[in-house]
């Protein structure tokens, strides 16, 4: 092993030397992220910029005078905190956006902002500002439905222009969440939602009783009908039929008449005229 | 880059493990991707070869440095270690010699074998896909199968489940319920779980810093917008949430179709769309008042039966009679007469009163006392004689 380096001595310590240069030299972009080269401080060069012709890979610097700032190159997100927008119909509206964002001058954002973070402190306010001027122009309703696209087509693009400054492309702004404030706003609407709905409740149940009374008439309408129609071809017949039954039911005691009846009859009765000889 | 391949090659045996390395590479988590389900986020540990069983037919390898089985790997390594000339390349016949030499060299070829073998071979399950990167430059994707990679640092592979669906719950399980808000302005309790999975792995991992988060934060804006062009009876109709359910599918789509996520939205299914519990009390009495109202048409309804039934019944019954009554209209008056007195009669007291000059004492009294007394003793019949007064 000894007779090993001594023999090539002058080969282990070049290889050693070219070693530790190239790890001091060598660095790796991945994909994910963008690098700017800073020689004492002056950006001299980038690497894999989304508009740039280098690829993700490995790179060398000059040892010591360069640094590599390394800068995200995907998506990245900015989020603000809820905020409360008065519509211009004076209601009060819980707001949550988010905008995506896309580094795509790194170089200028390294200068101006320093870091992703720097951009996002920057840009917040500004989405924050942005989203209260469009939605405040519209009314509530408006706000939830119809011209939220173009609302937030508005607020991209203004927020857009100011992102360029930090060498940002802004891709997309959503709103998140649209929610009634705590408190009297959100009182007052569960207060509508339950006076609607015992109003609709009231309304079901008179319809209810009203379809019911409806269909009890034109059943007694109907039965009459038929009545009338079965009995009107003969009314003097009907008379005495009807007679028979009514004396069935009214003094008849298997028709299940509790009391008992008692007939004094005249001996003129029709019922006796038999009885008495007579013809 | 073949010259310096083999330059990082020894270097890289070298360096292998060691932390300070200056190399990007290797660094297989990525901030905002450790809380997902199933995204493998940095290099897995490639289940061949299988570690503990030695092969022994490695003649400089001791049986008990649990080596790798794939003794090929191994004579492959160790042959191209002593052309590579990299220091310790005496060491080679070393342990074969029991003459007290120390094991280390030894050891530490083992393990730097054994690491390049997990970092060269991959089997890719049928269900994932693998991103190469080499040098952190992304070069290629791994379809299914096995594969072969140059070792790290100088490949990173990244194996991740792309056609298993995996599916978030909005809200999460820790969540409160957020109410939304619908077209009519009222608030809807609503929860929905989000089907999706990977359709290009390139851009799931280079677009997004936060893919995971990004489908829930797109779901959410997605949910909210389509909620707010309905009302709220739409939400609650089996309709509406179908239409809801496609139209967050078609936003979600669209919105992350311009993030280029690579990300394919299979599905949203709206869970449970209910009133906000402050108000669930109004709402139910809504149920019960359509109940109420059901009931009390029902009710007539049976009303309106029984009323039908009977006059159709009665007016049949007429008809018949009647029919035979015009057959013979006198006999079946009589007939008919008859058979209802006998029917009353039977069942009732009566007397006969002799109408004339004679006047009668009705013993009212008793004949209600003796229809108490025996009301099943049939009738009793009470008759004055007639008399002959016409003759």
Redesign the interface.
Known sequence: MGSFFASRRGLVIGLAIAVVLFFLSAFVVPEEEQAVVLRAGEPVGTVNTTTGDTNAGLYFRVPIIDQVRRVEKRLLDLEMNDEEVLSNDQQRLLVNAYARFRIVDPVRMVERAGSTDGVRAALEPILNSVLRQELGRRTFQAMLTAERGAALANVRANLDRQARQYGAEVIDVQIKRTDLPQGAPLESAFQRMETDREREARTIRAQGSRDARIIRAEADAESARIYAEAFGKDASFYDFYRAMQSYDATFAKENGNGAESSIILSPDNEYLRQFRGRR | MNGFTR?VKN?GL??AGKRN?????G?GG?AGNGNDSGDGSGPRPDPTPPPGSSGPRNPWLPPESGSSGNGNVENIFARGRGRGGG?GG??FRMPQRPGGKSWFPVAVVAIVALGLGATMFHVVDAEEQGVV??????TRTLEPGFNISAPWPIETVDIVNVDGVRAIDIPTSDQQA??I?T?D???VDLSYVVRWNIQNLENF??????PI??VS??A??AM??SV??KT?DETFSGQGRAEIELAVRERMQR?LD??A?GINILGVEIDKAD??G??VD??R??S???Q??????N???G???Q??A???G???A??K??EQ?RLA?EVT?QR??????E???R?????????GNVTTY?P?PE??KR??QA?SQGSSATVTA?TKG?Q
């Open positions: 330059l270097g070298w360096m390395s200056p190399w990007g590479a660094r990525k220091g005496g060491n990167k080499t040098l952190g430059n992304y957020k109410l808000l077209g302005q009222n608030l991992k280079f677009e997004l810093v936060e988060e990004t934060e797109v959410e804006a909210r917008a707010a062009e709220l919105v311009g993030y996520a009133p906000p402050e108000v109004a709402f009495d809504v019960v008042a359509e109420n109202a059901d009931a009390a048409r009710q007539a309804r009303y309106a039966q009323v039908l009977q006059a159709e009665e007016a049949e007429f008809n009679v009647y009554y209209p008056r008919l007469y008859y058979e209802t007195m029917r009353v009669l069942q009732t007291d009566k007397t006969i009163v002799e109408p009705l009212l004949i209600r229809a108490q009301p007639p016409g």
